[in-house]
């Protein structure tokens, strides 16, 4: 099972920012965050990572809780090609076989 | 040109056919995998392959049979297909160096249709 929980949905007006949320309270020392999304009837696309300390990249921003048990990724202005579901997902960083195991993630619509 | 790529794209088959999923990656990457992706489901991973000629079962290798003779290749082949095996096949890899982030890169998919 997934060690993550997501809300199943959330709206985003389009140039607003969107946050998604995600529980992962059992996530051990060694277990780096992970996001992912998925656009439709495409292959999963690796967004962002982190271990403790905030991530920013060209496309998303990372917060990760000082307690580690919750992040939030955040997509600063949303366009409507964000529309996708989003996959939060913990694993150790220096197990690289180790598979990644998708939930059911976040279905985030971005509208105009 | 670089990347990942599936073939084929789109197939339908019989029952009790075999079948052949095709994925090639081009960044000599050590590590694939092959995920189904069912409604309801979400992705679920068959199996993976740490390095050429080392293959594991992932959580629904029924049916299913793996080979990796060339680390660029990993086929993934449907002895006798069923009707529950008609899914979206994904394929990934990802790197095993310790720079690298992990994070793994996924094929465009093969949509299977089994009849």
């Known amino acids: 099972d997934a060690k993550t929980t997501q809300p199943p949905s959330m709206d985003c007006a389009e140039g607003r920012a969107a946050n998604l949320p995600c529980n992962h309270s059992t996530i051990s020392g060694n277990e780096y965050v992970y996001w992912y999304r998925q656009i439709h009837s495409q292959g999963p696309q690796y967004i962002i990572h982190?271990?403790?300390n905030n991530e920013t990249n060209e496309m998303a921003s990372l917060i990760i809780t000082e307690d580690r048990k919750s992040s939030t990724l955040i997509l600063p202005h949303a366009t409507l090609r964000d529309t996708a579901v989003y996959y939060c997902?913990?694993?150790?960083?220096?197990?690289?076989?180790?598979?990644?195991?998708f939930g059911k993630g976040t279905t985030l619509s971005v509208s105009s | 040109d670089a990347g990942i790529t599936q073939s084929p794209r789109y197939k339908i088959t019989e029952t009790g056919r075999q079948v052949t999923l095709m994925c090639h990656q081009t960044w000599s990457h050590s590590y694939m995998f092959w995920y189904r992706q069912d409604l309801g489901h979400g992705l679920r991973l068959i199996y993976y392959?740490?390095?050429?000629?080392?293959?594991d079962k992932g959580e629904v290798p029924d049916g299913y049979v793996v080979s990796r003779s060339k680390t660029e290749n990993f086929p993934l082949t449907l002895e006798s297909a069923t009707r529950s095996q008609t899914s979206v096949y994904f394929c990934a890899s990802s790197e095993s160096r310790q720079t690298a982030n992990y994070g793994y890169t996924f094929g465009s998919g093969t949509r299977l249709t089994v009849v």
């Open positions: 997902i913990v694993r150790p960083h220096n197990q690289a076989g180790t598979a990644l195991i």
């Open positions: 392959s740490a390095a050429a000629d080392i293959t």
């Open positions: 982190g271990l403790k």
